[in-house]
């Protein structure tokens, strides 16, 4: 598939599930916030003692991450998103803080910033769409200013599946992503971009399979007897690194802090 042709996927598939997207992730993190509360920790602490606070998302999507840091960090925020129907839901969420606010359409390729602008770069559940990543990473680094931190987060394959189960997985309910990295291999890609690692955290939570295609499968006409014959024919170590059930799997979900020298 072509860069172009997926990218207008992916949009496709935001704008659809916009107005169901906090509902969505606020079921499958049990939270409000939309996050899992261990992740918004993450987050928060990344930023919170940083000098330089103008901090850049790459896919904002409906401002579940920027409406905690506004909070609790107050600074120069920048969201940018490919979809405008998720731009439009940040902007209702953010409007108490729209002095500080900046949000963007725009397409993480062609990143419309001149070198060392940021103090912050937060990039979460979005890299699995860049066709390059390493190149996504080389951006990121541009942007920010010298000590500036990068936070990364994503859905990542047991560090032990070598078989590839998670991605086989992925393809079977999701039309749109491009790859996922295990948390060691995205922290050395980090790391050979031009970063220090500061930290690594790898949050384990449960996901139903009802969850996965109303989120996924159901914008691609995946029905979940499709999920279920797949998981069902999972080879044992695949259902023991995922804890796989009838109903429901684990996820792993890698969040990285990062320095860049």
Request: glycine content about 6%.
């Amino acid at each position: 598939m072509s860069s172009f042709r997926r990218k207008k996927l992916v949009q496709e598939y935001y704008s659809a599930r916009a107005n169901q997207y906090d509902r969505q992730k606020s079921r499958t993190w049990k939270t409000s916030e939309g996050f899992g509360k261990d992740i918004l920790k993450e987050i928060l602490d990344g930023f919170r003692e940083f000098n330089e606070k103008t901090i850049l998302e790459i896919g904002v999507g409906t401002g579940r991450n920027a409406k905690p840091l506004l909070e609790k960090i107050e600074p120069c925020f920048i969201g940018l998103d490919l979809s405008k129907k998720m731009i439009q839901a940040a902007k209702k969420k953010l409007l108490g803080h729209k002095k500080n606010v900046n949000l963007i359409l725009g397409d993480a390729d062609h990143l419309p910033f001149a070198s060392d602008s940021f103090g912050g770069v937060l990039c979460m559940s979005t890299m699995h769409y860049f066709f390059d990543q390493e190149k996504a990473l080389e951006d990121f680094r541009k942007l920010l200013k010298k000590k500036g931190i990068l936070i990364y987060g994503d859905l990542s394959p047991h560090e032990f599946d070598n078989d590839e189960f998670f991605e086989s997985l992925e393809r079977t309910i999701s039309k749109v992503h491009v790859r996922y990295y295990k948390t060691s291999e995205m922290k050395r890609m980090i790391e050979k971009s031009g970063f220090h690692v500061v930290r690594v955290r790898i949050i384990e939570y449960q996901k139903t399979y009802d969850a996965l295609i109303e989120d996924k499968g159901s914008y691609f006409d995946v029905r979940i007897d499709s999920l279920r014959r797949f998981t069902e024919g999972a080879s044992t170590k695949a259902k023991k690194q995922y804890a796989l059930t009838e109903t429901a799997m684990n996820l792993f979900y890698s969040v990285i802090r990062a320095m860049k020298e």
